[in-house]
């Protein structure tokens, strides 16, 4: 049954008059007369009397306008998701984050405001480390990620920058360097004291990342810190850090975690090392709700 011919039936049962549909319709009436025809023919009913002042329901016509009105209205309401979907405020999308890139305030605001802006819009959540989510984003799993530093950059991604904060040392409550000044601020620690620490890095080994440089400006400085430890989660790293295992470098959005237990501290002679927030997501990917979410956060960023 063609869609056309249950509007113009139901636009002829309103009007109960050919002219005055073919009018409202935009169209003439021969082709209206002709295209209901059909729809009588096809379905072996007939839907109208016709006599000189227009035209009368059958029974089977009464019956029929109550279904069309139905069928035209789930018709209505489909095109009408189908256009959200294709604007991108209708969809579902599969986000990761690194724990670090979730602690950040930016974060949560983001998926406030796409919430907010994008209700209609399905956000599936979910944390793992960056070389995981850079692999699920590569592999379609994620439409996109926020991580810190990429720990590697394949050629399908593309990697963006939105924020830049600094960093800062974690040190257990108890440790050497974890004095604070007569003011009572934290003290500045100087990147040359990190040379007899026990260091614990977040990050894939041998893979470059936040920690890689971090390692690599300690050694431009004549030395090398001792790592005792390598983990893939930010908080796994300030956990450790809270038992007493060693200390970290970490973003300064971390501070207070582990408040009871940790100490933070400005790093000196670090002007170099940042921890950026950075989006990935595929080149590749033209879904409109991808789309509208980066384009949230580039405006969010900004």
């Known amino acids: 049954m063609d869609i056309r011919q249950l509007r113009y039936f139901v636009a002829v ?4 008059h050919m002219t005055r549909a073919a009018a409202t319709l935009g169209i003439q009436q021969p082709p209206l007369s002709q295209q209901v025809a059909a729809l009588e023919a096809r379905l072996g009913l007939r839907l109208f009397e016709r006599h000189p002042k227009g035209v ?21 309401t489909l095109e009408r998701r189908m256009s959200a979907i294709a604007e991108g405020r209708r969809g579902e999308l599969a986000v990761g984050f690194t724990s670090s890139a979730a602690a950040h305030r930016f974060t949560p605001q983001a998926l406030r405001e796409c919430r907010r802006q994008y209700p209609d819009i399905a956000l599936a959540l979910s944390e793992n480390n960056a ?26 991604l593309q990697f963006e920058p939105l924020l830049y904060e600094k960093v800062v040392v974690a040190l257990p409550l108890d440790h050497p360097l974890a004095r604070r000044t007569a003011t009572g601020r934290p003290r500045t620690i100087k990147l040359a004291e990190l040379r007899d620490t026990s260091l614990i890095l977040v990050r894939r080994p041998g893979a470059p990342g936040l920690y890689a440089n971090l390692m ?5 400085q004549g030395f090398r810190p001792r790592v005792v430890a390598e983990v893939e989660r930010m908080m ?28 933070y501290h400005p790093l000196a002679g670090a002007a170099s090392l940042d921890a950026p927030l950075t989006l990935v997501w595929r080149a590749a990917d033209d879904s409109p709700a991808t789309l509208r979410f980066i384009a949230l956060l580039r405006q969010l960023a900004s």
Request: proline content about 4%.
């Open 131 to 156: 070389a995981g989510i850079i692999e699920a984003v590569q592999s379609s799993r994620l439409h996109c990620g926020l991580l810190r530093v990429p720990v590697q950059r394949p050629a399908e």
């Open 56 to 76: 009368n329901l059958t029974d089977a016509g009464r019956l029929l306008l109550k279904e069309a009105r139905h069928v035209l209205g789930e018709m209505e």
């Open 13 to 16: 049962a309103d009007a109960g």
């Open 216 to 220: 690599a400006l300690c050694e431009r």
């Open 236 to 263: 796994t790293n300030l956990n450790l850090v809270a038992s007493g295992a060693g200390i970290s470098v970490v973003p300064a959005s971390m501070v207070g975690t582990h408040a009871d237990a940790i100490s």
